[in-house]
């Protein structure tokens, strides 16, 4: 799995590449909680287009960055959800919390 | 048998697991979203046994192994796949395979919650210092099949 950030509208965006299971997923918390409470970004974008898989590890990391999110008071977006993606959110029933869009143009935009 | 794998406990090796598994499904004619289900869910046993069975330790020893169940086998006209878990970990306590709340919005205790949600069935045992976890997902009927039952019992 890999992780690049680059600048966005109001905020930075995380690309996600490869697969988040239990040997990728630290790395994908821990950028995300950098981004958040370190960096305090208003808005974090998760970029899921190219990730083909996410565990119950993964979607625990994206619970816990909606979680400091939401302290901090800022905003976590996700797009480019994946069916294997949207399964799994779907399994969870955390489709509802999670702010998601379908695309990068939509979730700039919002 | 259809396979037979001798692992160890390495988070890296998971994305191999799911990689056959995918293969093994496809070659059983599951349909896709079966297919994810069943990848899924040996995804998630492998990762309680790394996390809660080893402790996150290294290196130790995982069975796995799958076997075609025929049409006609155990519950189902169609057949389907059984696969079978072995790990020498500490022993799993009750309290550690249940599933927590989906309302309550807080990270973990998902996993054992998709295998159940993903598998027709699914059951721990523990023998001979072994967990054993076995997970049985049948084949769909397919359209074709579906219909000529339907006439079958029509008739």
Redesign the interface.
């Known amino acids: 799995m890999q992780i690049a950030a680059r600048p966005a509208t109001g905020g930075t965006i995380l690309d996600i590449t490869g697969d988040i299971d239990l040997a990728h997923s630290p790395a994908m918390r821990k950028a995300l909680l950098q981004e958040i409470r370190e960096k305090k970004t208003p808005k974090v974008f998760l970029n899921l287009e190219k990730v083909r898989y996410i565990d119950s590890s993964g979607i625990a990391s994206l619970v816990e960055g909606l979680k400091a999110s939401r302290d901090q008071g800022s905003r976590l977006i996700l797009y480019g959800l994946s069916k294997t993606v949207r399964e799994v959110m779907e399994l969870s029933r955390l489709q509802k919390i999670f702010e998601i869009h379908e695309s990068e143009a939509q979730a700039l935009a919002s | 048998m259809l396979l037979k794998l001798e692992l160890q406990s390495n ?2 090796a ?2 191999l697991v ?1 990689a056959t598994v995918e293969r093994a499904a496809e070659v059983l004619h599951f349909q896709d ?1 079966e297919a ?1 289900a069943i ?2 869910s040996v ?2 046993a492998l ?1 309680n046994v ?2 809660h069975a080893y402790g996150g330790r290294p290196g130790l020893p995982i069975e796995m192994s799958c076997r075609k169940l025929r049409g006609g086998e155990q519950k189902s006209a169609q057949g389907g796949i059984e696969i079978l878990l072995a790990d020498k970990g500490v022993p799993l306590k009750p309290a550690t395979l249940k599933s927590r709340p ?2 309550e ?4 205790g ?2 054992l ?2 295998i159940r ?2 598998m027709d069935e699914v059951e721990f045992t523990r023998k001979k210092g072994k967990n054993l976890l076995r997970m049985v997902k049948y084949l769909s009927p397919t359209p074709q099949a579906a219909a000529s039952e339907g006439e079958q019992k029509c008739r």
Do not use: K, M, Q, Y
């Open positions: 988070p890296e998971l994305c799911r979203a994810r990848v899924r995804d998630e990762a790394l996390r989906l309302d919005i807080r990270p973990g998902l996993g919650h998709f949600e993903s």
